[in-house]
């Protein structure tokens, strides 16, 4: 909406030749090979599990504290913010290429020291998390979707018939191009209602709680660029059927977000599907259905 272990002092040796630094209790950043600094988090016992957040331009606080460090029991989770968002620095010369965001996520690989993790992405962050995965198969143990896009045009049309549903409106996306102002003006109209929150819930204090927490001073560079770059907009469901990778694709009945059909053009090999009754922010409002997914796919 608006938009636990200490960890050493050490050097991740590897082709990344990322650089680690402790910087305050649970906290720690790492600097890219790029000398871009990036927050990350690593708390909790058992496979390392690599959590990528959504917006894009969001940041990883706000699905920890609101119930995704309940998965710590299990996993050992790593809390990251992408370059340009949260706690995390902007790159200085603008790099957002998806081949420097999936390396990034290779660096965070790299400092849990293991072979093999867990990938869970939410809402955009799916699309990070798949094409990590596809690019460095050898690396990923399972991959989560959850309420993930891999098609923000799809998404974005649906969240579009969700606010005419809501309004009675008859906004209309005539090609792609039209796609943005059309969702702008939509996205206002619901707005001037007080209804921008039933985007992501029918909850409105679930998402009071979260604005709560994203109205903390952060870093939201990568928001600015993400949608200008065409590469971040493509069709991935149409590379899915490619990754031979287990999947656990989470979504809910009522994420109006993503769109509670859009689940059903991936194409994963390998794929589980858990599909829980609830909106965006399944990992709050039902957390013992999404905890429990993720624990009898990991274990």
């Given at each position: 909406m608006k938009n636990t272990l200490i960890l050493l002092t050490f050097i991740c040796t590897g082709s990344l030749n990322v650089f680690c630094q402790q910087i305050k209790n649970n906290d720690t950043t790492i600097l890219t090979s790029d000398s871009v600094a990036l927050y990350v988090k690593k708390a909790g016992k058992g496979t390392p599990c690599i959590f990528v957040h959504g917006g894009p331009g969001a940041w990883s606080r706000s699905f920890e504290a609101m119930g995704g460090n309940n998965l710590e029991r299990h996993l050992t989770m790593y809390y990251f913010d992408q370059r340009g968002c949260g706690r995390s620095q902007a790159a200085p010369n603008n790099d957002y290429s998806m081949d420097r965001m999936l390396?990034?996520?290779?660096?965070?690989?790299?400092?849990?020291?293991?072979?093999?993790v867990y990938i869970m992405g939410h809402s955009f962050g799916g699309i990070l998390a798949f094409k990590y995965a596809l690019k460095y198969p050898a690396h990923v143990r399972g991959l989560i979707m959850l309420n993930a896009t891999l098609y923000i045009y799809n998404s974005l049309l649906s969240q579009i018939q969700f606010i005419n549903l809501q309004l009675g409106t008859h906004f209309t996306v005539r090609d792609q191009d039209s796609l943005m102002s059309v969702f702008t003006a939509a996205k206002k109209a619901l707005n001037e209602k007080g209804l921008e929150y039933t985007m992501l819930s029918d909850n409105k204090a679930s998402i009071q709680k979260l604005d709560s927490i994203d109205s903390s001073p952060r870093n939201t560079a990568f928001a600015r660029y993400a949608f200008s770059n065409r590469v971040y907009l493509q069709d991935f469901t149409r590379e899915t059927?490619?990754?031979?990778?287990?999947?656990?694709?989470i979504g809910g009945t009522v994420d109006h977000n993503i769109g509670p059909e859009h689940y059903k053009l991936f194409k994963f090999p390998h794929q589980q599907v858990k599909i829980i009754p609830g909106g965006h922010v399944l990992y709050y409002e039902k957390n013992k259905e999404f905890t429990a997914a993720v624990w009898n796919f990991t274990r």
């Open positions: 390396a990034d996520i290779e660096s965070i690989r790299l400092l849990t020291g293991a072979e093999q059927a490619a990754l031979q990778t287990p999947v656990l694709v």
